[in-house]
């Protein structure tokens, strides 16, 4: 079984001791694929079943490869994911591609961008990003569906009612024009401090904009010395509001930048950044009432259901997998409050509305995939007829 984070600190040789055991179910991190493959044991598995399979969407990452190297010896394959579009149905091909070798989507992601995809924006021969053809969304659905299966957990577990708050938090106008002024120029002087001295803010690219913009919507910036530009405390006020109403209910931030870690610290002494196991356990145990965590160590394998009920994000990323993956942290199986609020801070007419906007149009496109293969329990043992093919699979 292949899986986030087992042994990701463990040695190679204590992986290789594990793994020579005759125990019959071997478990084994995605980091780790590419050694097992080339320098490892003999790899003579008969099933694998992968979990967070969205992982493997990238058919140039290394992992990819080296498992697509050993798929024809394995005769039966599983692939679990809550997010398998996460960027799109691009997405799809490698994903497929390990489950079945190619024979649903095909075995070249440049044929599959041709009979599915046109180009949308391009710089003479470069293309940027890609639109469906019309008619292909549906097409693809129809060509996976037999080896696939969507789950929802709120259909077949209990689950508390998941409400999505917005808290929209106003610039003033010497704040909007700056913002303003970076967006339109690249570059943003900051007046000059006590000391004389000048901070500048520079984007090289769109990609780096994109960044620096979400900085400024939350209140502080990178400059380009690396040092912090304070813009305002929009958010922070805000956030005050928030934990003086929940009145010593526990409160889950979710953050992206390390200044947003270190002005958190200023604002709220108390709080703890949950990174240790022992953060965790005293989490779960209702020891913190206000705890931060980045959504990058958040996404996958933690369970937080037991500490708090409300998710507070302080700034949003454009990753639709890390954002629900995060959100599953306490809206879980096991949650037991009535319900999970996810509170998101916005900053109005900034890049905070576009991302909570993209982030909404993904999980339509994800939502129209989950629709099209679901599978209700009662419907679930759709192979029990030909029971010697080669399965594959994709569950939520």
């Known amino acids: ?61 290394k992992r990819f490869k080296s498992l697509l190297q050993v798929r024809p010896r394995v005769s039966r394959i599983v692939g679990l994911t809550g997010t398998p579009t996460s960027g799109g149905l691009m997405d799809l091909f490698a994903e497929y ?120 919507a939350a209140g502080a910036c990178y400059t380009e010395t690396g040092e912090t530009a304070i813009i305002h405390d929009r958010k922070l006020d805000a956030l005050e509001d928030l934990i003086e109403g929940a009145m010593g209910h526990p409160l889950l931030i979710a953050y992206w930048f390390q200044h947003d870690a270190q002005r958190l610290s200023r604002r709220f002494p108390g709080i703890r950044f949950l990174k240790s196991h022992q953060d965790m356990a005293d989490w779960n145990a209702g020891k913190i009432p206000v705890a931060a965590i980045h959504p990058a160590s958040a996404g996958h394998g933690l369970n937080l259901q037991a500490g708090g009920s409300t998710l507070i994000w302080f700034d949003l990323p454009w990753s639709l997998e890390m954002y629900q993956q995060t959100n599953a942290r306490l809206w879980r ?20 509305e576009n991302i909570l906007s993209a982030l909404e149009r993904k999980d339509v496109t994800q939502q ?29």
């Open 1 to 61: 079984m292949i899986c986030p984070s087992p042994w990701r600190w463990a040695r190679p040789e204590s992986v290789f001791s594990a793994l020579s055991s005759s125990a019959p179910v071997h478990i084994i991190n995605r980091e780790n694929i590419s050694w097992l493959v080339e320098s490892g044991p003999c790899f003579d598995y008969d099933m694998i079943v992968i979990d967070e399979l969205s992982s493997f969407k990238s058919w140039q990452a």
């Open 333 to 352: 199986q096991g949650q037991k409050a009535e319900s999970v609020v996810i509170v998101h801070l916005i900053t109005e007419d900034t890049i905070d």
């Open 97 to 216: 591609r390990i489950l079945d070798m190619g024979q649903r989507l095909g075995h070249s992601i440049t044929r599959y961008r041709e009979a599915f995809f046109m180009p949308d924006k391009r710089s003479w021969e470069r293309v940027f990003t890609w639109k469906l053809r019309p008619g292909a969304e549906k097409e693809i659905y129809r060509r996976i569906g037999d080896i696939t299966m969507s789950m929802q957990s709120a259909e077949f577990l209990k689950m508390p009612e998941c409400v999505m708050n917005r808290v929209s938090v106003r610039m003033s106008g010497e704040e909007r024009k700056q913002y303003e002024t970076l967006r339109e120029q690249l570059i943003l002087q900051l007046p000059k401090d006590r000391d004389g001295g000048e901070a500048v803010i520079d984007a090289k690219n769109a990609a780096v904009l994109s960044g620096k913009l979400i900085q400024l």
């Open 368 to 396: 129209s995939l989950m629709n099209a293969v679901r599978a209700r329990l009662k419907n679930s043992r759709v192979n029990e007829q030909n029971p010697q093919r080669e399965h594959g699979g994709v569950m939520q």
